[in-house]
């Protein structure tokens, strides 16, 4: 009885990975066969001074976003204490992720405009010199990373306020009774039993970051945006392969080691749980 | 019960599939069976000109109803190339010459030769230098240009007369573009006197050809953008950024070269007949706008392209997409594609219709003079990954960290990389 949902896992997932896996060790025209040519895409990938900036691009975007984890975590434990409000907060907090990426890089396109943009205004208020946040590759990661932050807070709060209502209330007024402070408390009783919620946002997180294409695309607008070779991630570089520079098989290479990346990051994070990842 | 709910978007999906492979054979239009085809287009502007052409075309060919399908730049492409490759592109759609190749190689255009043939269109009516872009030496036809753009030079009246620069005259050189530009340049008022960003077709690649040079040979094997002619052509471009004549790349790739025209904060703006209708519709703006011709180099040059209008050759209906296309590209369409403004048609003797659509616009005759002194889009091999590189290549010496002699030489040898491919 599962058949109809294993062709659908097939035809959508499997197949199209079988496919992608094949092409990378191709030369394939946009349309029609291509030819085999061997490791030759991986050699030229290994070889590409653009792939080698946009994994590091990636990598410090990751980074950066992860940073967003214990921002998520403070403010769920803030939103969940509060008194009145909460439905409010969630929602505030969720609306970006239900807007349009395009909408989102739109509107930040505008705050970090380097001559009209709010940001430099506001930064100028307190005396302190603006950049050009979106048309500079040493400040693209950077603005990429605080809008990516924001868009991701919403999905990270309300699973981590989940986890939070899931821990006995009991322990905490124990703990209280044993004269513990509400810090001490976050430290002690909060994080422990939060752990398997911040565990899965983390990995959640890292595997969205490495996939992060959308902000390039939107935030640096047109073509002629000069920032823009300095500021590619491997999913933009990917993108510009296969439908831009119409190189599926090269396309493909790229698509291939992006797998292997996130798969090696999420053992290592899966392996890593142990030490720190409290289920009991 | 909820394995139903599985069941059910299979079923669904496995009918599509079924329904997509078995429709190949049905009726194209040119019987009594009504059809309808999709026209995909990209540009905003010209959606309504393009919705107009093709409810004239239903009237004279009632059988068939077209439905124009817009699609915003650059997915566009994206979504053009998975749609030939997964059978579900638009029936006729707009080209560019830099996109083609892949395309006609891989057998994803229809060839309309027959029907040109059976229809007496006469080629002489199009601009010979865009018909030549979109030829790929294969002897088909795959479409007609619907329109030819030209490059000149908007500018800002009520900037030159603050400054009390005289206007340009029609036979200007570089350098009284040089000069004129640092005239009009007043940094405490935010004005520069043009803006100079790294783009090819409105910019370098014209004063490339005005200075004697070219960007690709003419085998098509080697690029020639570091020889000493295309490097002068560079250079103007690099002189005006160097005397701050001009937004930095920064600034430029912050705020569009064209938004800052339209905010009065440019003098004068090199670029294509296509923004007409836009900067018509400023009111703000539009008193204060003229034009001017190209400045001289050398030589007179402008590099032409144009859009043309093509047809998918999976489409079920391949008689009634080839008289579309030849309606589209033809005199009725090209008439109401002038009237609208919209941009100024490829079909010799409408060039009128443009004019007459924007009459505040005298100046607006410079763009199909230009048309005499043009030169085709350099678009050879893959034309969409080297031009791509321009701003890798180019962005050091646009900013003064690199000279224009080693930055080309190095893009030379990147374009022949591409090339020989």
Redesign the interface.
Known sequence: ??A??L??LG?LYLWPFISTFVKSFMDV????AGEFTGVDNYTKLLGDEDFWRALGNSALYTGLVLLGVPIAIVLAALIEQAAKGRTIYRVLFFLPVVTLPVAVGMVWRFIL????GVLNYLLSLVGLPGE?W???DRFTIYAFAVVGIWMGLGINLIILGAGLQSIPVELYEASALDGASRVRQFFSVTLPLLSPSVFFVTVLTTISALQMFDLVFVM??????????GSKTIVYLF??AA?????QGYGAAIAIVLLAIIMIATAIQFRLQRRWVNYD | MHKKWLIAPALVAVGALLAACSSGSSADGGGDEKVTITYGVWAGTQTPAMKEIAAAFTEENPNITVKVEERPWPEYWSTLQTGAAGGTAPDAFWMLAQQIQPYAEGNQLLDISDEIDKEGVDLAKYPKAVLDLYDQGDGKIYGLPKDVDTNAVWFNKAIFDKAGVAYPSADWTWDDYRETAKKLTDPAAGVWGTAAPIDYQSGYYNTIFQAGGQVIADDGKTSLIDTPEAQAGIKFWTDLQADGSSPTLQQLSDTEAETMFEQGKIGMFMSAAFWAPQLYANEEIKPNIDIAPLPIGKERATVTSGIENVGYAGTKHPDAVKKFLIFASGETAANIQAKAGAVLPAYEGTEQTWLDAMPDFPNLKIFVEAKEYSVPLPVQGNAAEWQGMQTKYLTDAWNGTATVEDATKQYADAIDKVLAE
Request: charged share 15%.
């Open positions: 009885m599962i109809p949902a062709i659908g035809a025209p946009v349309f029609g405009n380097g001559d009209f050009y979106v048309a500079d640096l607008g047109s073509i002629n945006n000069t920032a823009l070779d993108y510009e439908f831009v520079q119409f190189k």
